[in-house]
């Protein structure tokens, strides 16, 4: 069955870094954008970061860019998102997301995973 696995979540301070993890399973990575989203509690959904298939990377919050960075390894069907900088702002549960067939960042996601909870407090 197609599943995307979420970890790496949990509690930072501020100006700390966390390494999420997301993994697929029962399909390939070769030909698609992988994106990151969060949600924090009362607010809408909002795109973080997306790797389209060449490699290259599209911000999609301007708020983290310079201390966020998306990374893939189609090898291992993983996709990383490394997070400095932390600040109590970015606070919600983060989501990776993979479209059916697109390949670029400009696309609309099918597949999603759990969520993995991220909480930035001193």
């Known amino acids: 069955q197609l599943q995307l696995v979420e970890s790496g979540g949990g509690l930072v301070q501020p100006g700390g870094s966390l390494r999420l993890s997301c993994v697929a399973s029962?399909?390939?990575?070769?030909?698609?954008?992988i994106g990151w989203f969060r949600q924090a509690p009362g607010k809408e959904r909002e795109g973080v970061l997306c790797?389209?298939?060449?490699?290259?990377?599209?911000v999609y919050a301007d708020s983290v860019k310079g201390r966020f960075t998306i990374s893939r390894d189609n090898a291992k069907k993983t996709v990383y998102l490394q997070m400095n900088s932390l600040k109590p702002e970015d606070t919600a549960v983060y989501y990776c997301?993979?479209?059916?067939?697109?390949?670029?960042?400009?696309?609309?996601?099918?597949?999603w995973g759990q969520g993995t909870q991220v909480t930035v407090s001193s």
């Open positions: 997301a993979v479209p059916f067939w697109g390949s670029s960042c400009q696309t609309t996601y099918d597949y």
């Open positions: 790797i389209s298939a060449s490699g290259s990377s599209t």
């Open positions: 029962g399909f390939s990575l070769d030909y698609k954008a």
